[in-house]
């Protein structure tokens, strides 16, 4: 079992950045596959960004591509997403998510086993 925790969001201005952190548990961290994904109000959950369990491979979706970097520190059990030049289209809820195997396809919701509990990404005009 793994547990995930998010934290980093928060509210800032249109143009702005943040750093969200996913701490995790467990000792096998350095195998999981990871994902950032979000939900607006009245959305559909959407893929962020995703890598591969050796960092080797990282993948993000069009809306967010050279504006999002996506890391991992396995020492720490951590996963990041670094946002620059934030837009209010990306206010949305967060989630963190793991794979305990490499998906198939890394923007797909139900490739991941274990989800954190979100944080709040504000961003204001």
């Known amino acids: 079992q793994v547990q995930l925790v998010e934290s980093g969001g928060g509210l800032v201005q249109a143009g702005g950045s943040l750093r969200l952190s996913c701490a995790a548990s467990g000792r096998t961290f350095r195998w999981y596959a990871m994902g950032w994904f979000r939900q607006a109000p009245g959305k559909e959950r959407e893929f962020v960004a995703a890598l591969s369990w050796s960092g080797s491979r990282t993948y993000y979706a069009d809306s967010v591509k050279g504006r999002c970097i996506i890391s991992r520190d396995n020492a720490k059990n951590t996963v990041y997403l670094q946002m620059t030049s934030l837009k209010p289209e990306d206010t949305a809820v967060y989630y963190c998510?793991?794979?305990?195997?490499?998906?198939?396809?890394?923007?797909?919701?139900?490739?991941?086993?274990?989800w954190g509990q979100g944080t709040q990404v504000t961003v204001s005009s």
């Open positions: 998510a793991a794979s305990e195997r490499d998906p198939v396809n890394y923007a797909l919701g139900l490739e991941y086993d274990y």
